[in-house]
């Protein structure tokens, strides 16, 4: 099994700025890729940004403010938002695609979710 946690999400101010954290655990032989997602209320989850070894991606909302960033020795990922939006209020989910175990199967695991509310 592989477990993922997010954290640093908060309360910020328009303007501000957050980084996410994400760990993945577990029997991990490889990871292939790391992503940020988010789901505000009443809407659908959405992309935000992902990084894997051949590239980095970001949903158009965040680009030239969210930096996405990888630390492989320790299964980690960040995410790194500035000038925040009122819109970016939302519950950010990291996921984590790779192999595991023994047998190097492969997986693809979310995290729990970490609040971000950007409020005035």
């Known amino acids: 099994q592989v477990q993922v946690a997010e954290s640093g999400g908060g309360l910020e101010q328009p303007g501000g700025s957050l980084r996410l954290s994400c760990v993945a655990s577990g029997n991990i032989v490889s990871i292939n890729s790391m992503g940020w997602y988010r789901q505000a209320p009443g809407k659908q989850r959405e992309f935000v940004a992902s990084i894997s070894n051949r590239n980095t991606v970001y949903a158009d909302s965040g680009k030239g403010r969210f930096t996405i960033s990888r630390h492989n020795a320790t299964n980690t990922v960040f995410l790194q938002m500035n000038a925040l939006k009122l819109e970016d209020t939302a519950v950010y989910y990291c996921?984590?695609?790779?192999?595991?175990?023994?047998?190097?199967?492969?997986?693809?695991?979310w995290g729990q979710g970490t609040q971000v509310t950007v409020s005035s």
């Open positions: 996921n984590v695609i790779g192999r595991y175990g023994s047998a190097s199967l492969p997986f693809g695991s």
